[in-house]
C-alpha cells in the first residue's frame, strides 16, 4: 500500500474555502487503486490542513498524478487556498493493529488521526523498525479506541510516519498520558531519533472519501 501524506498551510480567511475545495475530492471514489482519503486541521497547529490518501499501489497513484489529478486540483481552484503545501509520499512497512477492520470500514468511527513524523539518526534504522514491530505496535493493539493504523516509510531517507486512527481524542489522550513515557523508555527512542514532529488531526467528515469498490483495495 501507498501513503500520500499531505500538510498545507492555510490563512484564517481561506479556511472556509480550502474546506469546500477539499470536499470535491470526492471525485477520488472511483479511481483504480484509490483505497481512501481523510483529513482535518491539526490541533497542534489550527492553520494546518493535513491530509492522508491510502492507494493499493505505486502504479495507480502515478496513473492518476499523470492523468486526472490536474483536472480535479486545478478545476477546483485549490491552489489559490493555502500559502504552502508539503507532500510526502511513501510505501506502507508494516499494519498497525486491525488493518483489516479499519479499511473495512472502522475508520468511519475516527474522531482523530495522529500522526508521528520521525527523521532517523545514520545507523539506527533497524533499530528503529525493530522497535516499532516489538514495542509500539503491540502497545498501541491493546490500547482502547486506537482503531488501526500504517507504519510507512523511507530508508534511503530515514524518514518515517507512523499514522494511527483514534476513536476519540479523550482515548488518545489517555494512551499519552498513561502509556507513551514508559514505551520511549522501552524502545530507546531518543537513541535513534534526530527529529520527530507530531500531529492530532481532528477528522472532518465532508472531507472523507473510501472507494466505491472496497473489496481487494488493501491487500
Same mark, same amino acid.
Given at each position: ?99 483489516e477492520g479499519l479499511l473495512s470500514g472502522g475508520w468511519m468511527k /475516527?474522531? %482523530?488521526?495522529?500522526? @508521528? $513524523? ?5 545507523? *539506527? ?42 476513536k476519540s481524542a479523550e482515548l488518545h489522550r489517555a494512551y499519552v498520558?498513561?502509556?507513551? /513515557?514508559? %514505551?520511549?523508555?522501552? @524502545? $530507546? ?5 534526530? *527529529? ?24
Amino acid at each position: 500500500m501507498l501513503i500520500k501524506w499531505i500538510v498545507c498551510n492555510v490563512p484564517e480567511e481561506k479556511r472556509e474555502a480550502f474546506s469546500l475545495a477539499q470536499q470535491q475530492w470526492s471525485a477520488l471514489r472511483d479511481v483504480p487503486g484509490f483505497v481512501a482519503q481523510f483529513g482535518g486541521w491539526n490541533a497542534v497547529n489550527p492553520a494546518e490542513a493535513c491530509i492522508v490518501g491510502l492507494w493499493k499501489d505505486r502504479d495507480s497513484y502515478t496513473a492518476f498524478m499523470e492523468k486526472i489529478h490536474d483536472e480535479i486540483y486545478i478545476s477546483r481552484g485549490q491552489q489559490e487556498t493555502f500559502d504552502r503545501i508539503a507532500v510526502t509520499v511513501m510505501e506502507m512497512m508494516l499494519p498497525v493493529g486491525h488493518l483489516e477492520g479499519l479499511l473495512s470500514g472502522g475508520w468511519m468511527k /475516527a474522531e %482523530l488521526i495522529r500522526i @508521528a $513524523d520521525c527523521w532517523v539518526l545514520p545507523g *539506527r534504522e533497524a533499530h528503529f523498525l525493530q522497535m516499532q514491530q516489538e514495542v509500539w505496535n503491540p502497545a498501541m493493539e491493546q490500547t482502547d479506541g486506537m482503531l488501526g493504523g500504517v507504519f510507512a516509510g523511507d530508508m534511503s531517507a530515514r524518514r518515517f510516519l507512523t499514522i494511527t486512527w483514534w476513536k476519540s481524542a479523550e482515548l488518545h489522550r489517555a494512551y499519552v498520558k498513561n502509556h507513551v /513515557a514508559n %514505551l520511549r523508555e522501552q @524502545a $530507546d527512542l531518543d537513541l535513534d531519533i534526530e *527529529r520527530i514532529v507530531g500531529y492530532e488531526v481532528r477528522c472532518e467528515p465532508s472531507w472523507r472519501v473510501t472507494a466505491t469498490v472496497q473489496s481487494d483495495k488493501g491487500r
